[in-house]
């Protein structure tokens, strides 16, 4: 079993819309939990980064929240754009050995 | 201020051969860590260098190694390559002296192809 799992693994939304991310996790205790935008052949770029004592971060139109109680974390984007499909991929950072721990990601599509 | 870069960009190679891929850390980073991601999937950590040194290893054969330099940039070198191998490899770097909630920052991987 994965220890970030992520849903959905795809989603389809109109330009100016908004739209959540989930992401569930396993790993406890964590460093941070983190999201990263990825284009397609590109390389991930940080959106947020969220220790165990915060509930939100917002990067513009991007917000993402944590629950440390039920394990989960959203993603949510305001007044999507074209620029916006990517894969956006949570990541939890193990205390103990250092080493971030990658969701499979979730694949959005903006159509306008 | 350049990023992180890696190189090459593409790289097609058949069963057996060998392979090094390249990574140049962001100014002032030290730490580099290599992930493969295959299509699909999120990066899958391979290991980490820092003074030169593997600090830690991923879930991969020995037939996957590394090199940190005096420079800080790295090698990624894959032997015996499998048609397995035909992923995206990333590199990226940090610095460990910092914060530990700061990012990690990616280059835009390698493409490697395997026929």
């Known amino acids: 079993k994965n220890q970030v799992e992520q849903s959905p693994q795809s989603l389809i939304i109109l330009e100016g819309k908004n739209c959540t991310l989930q992401c569930n996790y396993t790993v406890s205790p964590f460093s941070n939990l983190r999201w990263y935008k990825q284009d397609t052949g590109r390389g991930p770029v940080s959106l947020t980064i969220m220790t165990f004592s915060e509930n939100t971060k917002s990067n513009g139109r991007y917000t993402a929240t944590l629950d440390a109680d039920t394990k989960q974390s959203s993603l949510h984007i305001t007044a999507s754009q074209l620029s916006d499909s990517a894969s956006y991929i949570c990541v939890v950072s193990d205390p103990y050995s250092d080493k971030l721990i990658f969701g499979t990601g979730t694949r959005l599509q903006v159509f306008p | 201020d350049a990023g992180v870069t890696q190189s090459p960009t593409h790289l097609i190679k058949t069963r057996g051969q060998q392979v090094t891929l390249r990574c140049s850390p962001k100014?002032?980073?030290?730490?580099v860590s290599w992930y493969q991601q295959a299509l699909g999937q999120g990066p899958q950590f391979i290991f980490q260098?820092?003074?030169?040194?593997?600090?830690q290893r991923g879930n991969f054969p020995d037939r996957f190694s590394g090199h940190q330099f005096p420079n800080y940039s790295s090698e990624l070198n894959v032997n015996a390559l499998l048609l397995g191998d035909s992923a995206l490899y990333l590199c990226?770097?940090?610095?460990?002296?910092?914060?530990?909630?700061?990012?990690?920052?990616f280059g835009d991987g390698t493409r490697l192809s395997i026929l």
């Open positions: 100014s002032g980073h030290d730490t």
């Open positions: 990226a770097s940090s610095f460990q002296g910092g914060d530990s909630n700061q990012p990690q920052h």
């Open positions: 260098y820092y003074e030169e040194e593997e600090r």
